[in-house]
């Protein structure tokens, strides 16, 4: 699963972590630039999830990101920027409780 993350300067761990549960940073977005509050750009194609983390957004970007988003279809989930709250974040969105959060229709 490829995912779109929004907010934060650096991830530290975060992207290892989310390696472990099968999702892949496709891209990552600051938001902190003028031109990510006034304009959004167009979401990566290939994302089936978009991560805001939300000590490092405002109101505004997060509205036009989750609002994106729906009109695409895509999953967002929303949380601090801490690595256990993530995890737990996206064990809640995908109710899961295994380690792998596989893609919809990926039967393996």
Do not use: W
Not at 6 to 20: E, K
Not at 37 to 60: E, K, S
Not at 86 to 91: D, K, P
Not at 93 to 108: E, Q, V, Y
């Amino acid at each position: 699963m490829n995912a779109l993350v929004v907010g934060a300067d650096r991830l530290g761990n975060i992207p290892d972590m989310l390696g472990t549960l099968g999702i892949r940073i496709e891209r990552h977005v600051t938001g902190r630039a003028c031109a990510h509050q006034r304009t959004l750009p167009a979401l990566p194609r290939d994302v089936q999830l978009i991560i805001l983390f939300t000590d490092f957004l405002g109101h505004n970007v997060m509205r036009s990101y989750r609002s994106k988003a729906e009109a695409q279809g895509i999953r967002v989930v929303a949380c601090r920027r801490s690595a256990s709250c993530l995890v737990q974040s996206l064990r809640r969105a995908f109710g899961l409780d295994g380690n792998c959060l596989r893609c919809p229709g990926d039967n393996a």
